[in-house]
C-alpha cells in the first residue's frame, strides 16, 4: 500500500509543478511541457523494458526515433507524382540487388567450407559489386527525384493518408530495424553492444540528412498533416468563440490551447495503453522469465530458456515504442528535422530518464520521463534566474557578469548530469524502485 | 612527370590529413584504451575531457598573448600545453575522487560505470559550456604553414601543390613524441610493469604488493595527459568547439575497439585505419584518374565510393563491421566481463 500511496504522491507533486507553470508563465507552455513530457515517457518505458526488464543496454533512442518520423513522411505527405515518371521504382530495386549481395556474402561466409582468406577476398568483390550494381541503378533516378521543384519537393513523398496511421507504422519501421540491428549486434557484451548501438543509430541518422530523396535531408520536411484541427479553422468556430468570452483570454491564445489539449488526450490514452501492455507483460510468465534472464544468464540458460531469441524479442518490442514515441513527436512538430536529432537529447537523456524513475519500473520511467523533461525545459530560465540572483550586487557593466548570463543556459547539462550522479550514488534504485516479486 | 602528379595529390589530400587525423585519434583511443583496461570501464567522458584540456589550452594560450608573451611563430597553445596538461590532470584526479572512485570500491558492473561516465559526460559539457560558451574558437596564433602548394609548385615545377599546416606537422611530431614516451614508460619503467601486471590480474597485483591507488592515479595522469594533448592538437586543427567533442567519442571508440580495446598498439593502428578509411573511401578520384589514365579511358562523375557527406559515418559504419566480424579488433584486446 505504502507503493500505491507514493507513486500517487509522486505524480500528484509532478501534476503541480507543471500547473505552476501555467498559474505563472502560461498554460500554453504547461500544455507543450505536458505533450513533450509524455512522449519522453513513452521513450523511457521503450528503454526501461530493454533495461530495466533485460538488461540490455540500448544506445540507439535517438535513431529510432527518427526512423518514427520517417514514417510520418512516408504515411502522410502526398506524394510527388512527378517522382514515379523520373524513375523512382528503379530505386527499391537497387536497393533489392544491394541486399541481395550481402545476403550471399553472408551465406558464402556462413555455408561454404572454403578457408577464412578466400572468404574474405569473395566477400569483399561480391559486396563491392553489390554496391557499385545498386548506385548504378539508383543514382540516375534520385538525381532526377532530386532535381523536381527542390525548393519545394525533390523527394518521393509519402502516400497521402492519415498522419494517426504513421504511429503504429513508425512503431513497425523501428521494430523492423530493431530486428536486424539485434540480430547482429545482441551477441555483444554490454558496453560493445552500448556503442555498436550508438554507432547504428548515428548511421541512421546519416543516412536521414543526406539521402535527400526520402527525407529531403536537410532540407526538412515541413507542413506535416495533423490528427487534430487547425488553429485558425478553430477561431471561426462560433463555441470556441463563445469559450473565450468566458474565459476572457484572446482567441488565438485558447485555439492554441485546444490544440494542444486534444494532442494531450491522445497521447495519453496511448501513454495508459502502453503502460497497461507492459505491466501485464511484465506480470506475466513471459516478464518473470525476462528478469531471470537478466539476473543469471546462465541459470536461465541451464533451465531452458533461450536467451538470444528472448534479447531479440525485447529489444525488438522496445525499439518499437520508441518508434512510435517518434513518430508522435514528429506529427507534434508539425516537421521532420533530421538535424535536430542529437544523442545528447534523444538517447542519454531518455537513459537519465530511465535511471532516475528507477529501472524496471514502468510507473518509475514515466515520472522520470515527466521530471527530467520538466527541469530539461526549465533549468534554462531557473538557471538564468540562479546566475542573476548570485550576480545581482555586480554592476551590469561587468564582463564576468555578462559572460556568466550569457552562459547561464547551459548550466542545465551540469545539472543534468549532477542529478544523474546523485541518484546513481545514493538511490541507484530510483524514485520508484522496482518492485520485488 | 603525371605519375608524380597523381602520387603528390594523394600526398596532399590523404597521406597528410590522415596521418594528422590518425594521431589526433590514436592519442584519443590510448587514453580509452587505458582507462578500459586498468579501470576497467567504457569512459564516454573521455571526449569530454578532450574538450576541457582543450579549454585550459586556450584560456591559458588568451593569458599568454594579453601579457604579451611570444614565442616568435611558434603557436603559443604549444608552450601552454604542459600547464593545460596539469589542469586536465588535476580535473580528472578529483572527477575520479568524487565520482568514479565510490563505484570501484563497491566493484560495480561495468555497465554501471559506463552509465556514471555518461553522467560526468554531462556534468563535464555543462561545465565547459558555462566557462566558454558554446560557439566556435579559433586559437591558433604564428605561422600557419610549415610548406605552402604555391611554394611547392614554384620548388618542382609540378602542377599539383603540397601544403603541410605547421598544425599537421606539430601533431605529427608531438603524437610521435608521446607515443614513444608511452611506451617507453609501460614497458621499461618498474611502476609501467607493475600498471601492466594490475590490469593483467587486479587480485595477483595486490598479492605481490603493488598499491592500487597508486595505479589509479598514474592511470589518470596518463589518461589526463592523452586527453589533453589529443584535444589541444585537434582544436589547433580543425577549430574549437565543444559540440563537437561530444561527437568525437565514437570516432575514438571506434578506434579504440577497430585495434582492439586494451592494447595500446591496438588503439595507435585503429586511429590510422580510421582516418585513412574515412579519407580514402570519400575521398573524389576524378583528378587522380586525370593524371594516370589516358583521356579516352576517363569516366564521368567524380568517382566517389561515398560523399562528403558521409565521412563521419564512415568510421561508424567501420566500427560496426568490426564488432560484427571480430569483436577482438585487429590485435586481439583484453574481454572485461
Known sequence: MQDKQHII???????????????????????????????????????????????????????????????????????????????????????????????????????????????????????????????????????????IDPAKTGYLGGLALPVIISWPIGGLLAALIAYFIGKISLGLRSDYLAIATLGISEIIIYILKN????????????????????????????????????????????????????????????????????????????????????????????????????????????????????????TLDGQFTPVTYQPLRFTFLIWIMVIIGGSGNNYGSIIGGFLIWFFWVQSEPLGLWFISQITSHISDTNIIKSHLLENAAHIRLMFMGTILLITLRFAPKGLIPEVKR | MEILNSFILIANYIIIPGLTYGSQLALGALGI???????????????????????????????????????????????????????????????????????????????????????????????????????????????????????????????????????????????????????????????????????DNQELALLSGINPERIVLITWIITGTLACVAGTLYGLDKSYKPFTYLHLVLPIFAAAIVGGVGNPIGAIIGGFVISFSELLITFAYKKFFFYILPDNFLPDGLLQILSTDYKIAVSFIILVLVLLIKPTGIYKGKIIE
Open chain 1, 9 to 147: 504522491l509522486l505524480f500528484l507533486s509532478m501534476f503541480i509543478l507543471i500547473s505552476f507553470v501555467g498559474f505563472f508563465q502560461s498554460w500554453n507552455l504547461a500544455l507543450t511541457i505536458f505533450n513533450l513530457c509524455i512522449i519522453s515517457s513513452i521513450m523511457s518505458l521503450g528503454i526501461n523494458i530493454q533495461w530495466g526488464n533485460a538488461g540490455i543496454v540500448n544506445f540507439g533512442v535517438m535513431g529510432f526515433a527518427a526512423l518514427g518520423g520517417l514514417a510520418n513522411i512516408i504515411v502522410s505527405m502526398p506524394p510527388t507524382a512527378k517522382a514515379w515518371d523520373a524513375g523512382a521504382i528503379f530505386i527499391p530495386f537497387g536497393i533489392i540487388i544491394f541486399i541481395i549481395s550481402i545476403i550471399s556474402s553472408i551465406l558464402v561466409w556462413l555455408k561454404s567450407g572454403l578457408s577464412t582468406k578466400k572468404k574474405y577476398i569473395i566477400n569483399f568483390f561480391l559486396i563491392i559489386l553489390g554496391y557499385f550494381l545498386m548506385r548504378y541503378i539508383i543514382d540516375p533516378p534520385i538525381k532526377a527525384i532530386e532535381a
Open chain 1, 211 to 330: 539521402e535527400d530523396w526520402l527525407s529531403r535531408g536537410v532540407k526538412n520536411v515541413n507542413g506535416l498533416p495533423r490528427p487534430v484541427p487547425y488553429e485558425i479553422d478553430l477561431q471561426s468556430e462560433p463555441w470556441v468563440l463563445e469559450l473565450t468570452k468566458f474565459f476572457n483570454i484572446p482567441v488565438s491564445e485558447i485555439s492554441s490551447i485546444i490544440v494542444k489539449l486534444s494532442y494531450s488526450c491522445i497521447f495519453l490514452v496511448i501513454l495508459i495503453g502502453i503502460l497497461l501492455l507492459l505491466e501485464i507483460a511484465q506480470k506475466s510468465p513471459w516478464g518473470r522469465m525476462m528478469r531471470a534472464i537478466r539476473d543469471n544468464e546462465v541459470s536461465a540458460n541451464a533451465m531452458g530458456k533461450d536467451i538470444k531469441t528472448r534479447h531479440l524479442q525485447v529489444f525488438i518490442i522496445g525499439s518499437a515504442i520508441i518508434g512510435i514515441a517518434g513518430a508522435m513527436l514528429t
Open chain 2, 33 to 199: 584504451t587505458i582507462v578500459y583496461t586498468v579501470l576497467r570501464f567504457s569512459n564516454f567522458a573521455h571526449g569530454e575531457f578532450m574538450s576541457f584540456g582543450t579549454m585550459s589550452t586556450i584560456l591559458l594560450t588568451w593569458v599568454f598573448i594579453d601579457s604579451n608573451i611570444k614565442f616568435g611563430t611558434f603557436p603559443t597553445a604549444i608552450i601552454v600545453l604542459p600547464l593545460s596538461i596539469i589542469f586536465t590532470i588535476i580535473y580528472c584526479l578529483l572527477i575520479d575522487k568524487f565520482v568514479f572512485k565510490f563505484y570501484r570500491q563497491q566493484k560495480s558492473k561495468s555497465v554501471i560505470a559506463l552509465i556514471v561516465s555518461i553522467g560526468v559526460m554531462f556534468f563535464t559539457g555543462g561545465l565547459i559550456r558555462f566557462i566558454i560558451g558554446p560557439g566556435d574558437k579559433n586559437f591558433m596564433d604564428g605561422e600557419r604553414f610549415i610548406l605552402k602548394a604555391k611554394d611547392f609548385k614554384m620548388l618542382t615545377g609540378l602542377n599539383e601543390g603540397l601544403t603541410i599546416k605547421s598544425t599537421q606537422g606539430v601533431t605529427i611530431i608531438l603524437s610521435i613524441i608521446l607515443v614513444i614516451l608511452l611506451f617507453w614508460f609501460l614497458n621499461k619503467t618498474k611502476t609501467g610493469k607493475s600498471m601492466r601486471a594490475y590490469s
